[in-house]
């Protein structure tokens, strides 16, 4: 089932009139993403957008135009949201609260920082590709149980079969800003394209950059494996703003075979 959530435009307070929002939806689905603008604002001082109680920092895009996106992650609970513009003094990071894996280990907060990691340049371009193609076999939002039944969560990516070693293809320009292996994830890399999107590899047999590594779209970075807490080989593939995972077939290409060469 797809939850949807619709967006109204509430208030705007703490800014001049002549101020201007455009929304790229009004309704979103569970996993999509909202694009806000807030134009007519002169380029000086840093911006947050308040969605209900939820703050997301708004990067300027050119000189009257502030942006920033919002992820629909499956904890979003509202009904409705408003939205709000502030100015705020320095530089700003959206608040987390932890989970409760992370606060049992300090190991697993790693990945979890590295997933919410926020730099101010833009280093991603619209077009994402294909990091791997090959069948989906679990999609997004998708309730996971293990073998027992026990609830483990919802599904916070794609996983695409292939074979141990096939290459997988950067989904996009960015940095690499962790290298790592996880009891669940197993061999991690998670790389940061810049105001507030971040890609996630897991479940990798090998991994061919380094932390803090520049990489473009299309450069081969990993090998696909079964490392972790899996059942075959398969790329997980998980996409986040601001620290919410979305679904990343929002931003991959409908066709799978044009996108990587
Ligand atoms: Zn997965």
Redesign the pocket.
């Known amino acids: 089932m797809r939850l949807t959530i619709p967006l109204i435009l509430l208030l705007l307070s703490g800014i001049s009139q002549g101020i201007e929002v455009e929304l790229s939806k009004k309704v979103l689905k569970l996993g999509e993403s909202l694009e806000v603008k807030v134009k007519g604002i002169e380029k000086s001082g840093n911006y947050i957008c308040w969605l209900n109680d939820s703050p997301y920092p708004l990067y300027w895009l050119n000189a009257n135009t502030l942006r920033t996106f919002i992820g629909f992650g499956a904890k979003f609970k509202a009904k409705t949201c408003s939205l709000k513009i502030e100015e705020v003094q320095g530089t700003f990071l959206p608040k987390y609260e932890e989970s409760n894996r992370e606060k049992r280990s300090i190991y697993v907060k790693r990945l979890a920082d590295a997933l919410r990691t926020e730099t101010p340049t833009q280093l991603w371009t619209e077009d994402f590709v294909w990091p791997l193609i090959g069948r989906i076999s679990?999609r997004f939002g998708e309730r996971r149980f293990d073998q027992n039944g026990t609830y483990l969560g919802i599904?916070?990516?794609?996983?695409i079969i292939g074979k141990t070693g096939t290459p997988i293809f950067c989904s996009n320009n960015g940095q690499v800003v962790l290298i790592g292996r996880f009891d669940l994830e197993g061999k991690v890399l998670v790389i940061d394209h810049g105001q507030g999107f971040v890609s996630a590899y897991?479940?990798l047999s090998e991994i061919l950059v380094e932390e803090g590594e520049l990489v473009r779209k299309n450069q081969i970075i990993a090998r696909v494996g079964a490392t972790g807490r899996v059942t075959a080989s398969?790329l997980?593939?998980?996409l986040y703003i601001h620290g919410t995972p979305i679904d990343p077939l929002y931003w991959l290409p409908k066709d799978t075979t044009k996108n990587v060469k």
């Open positions: 679990g599904h916070q990516g794609i996983d897991f479940h398969h997980h593939f998980g």
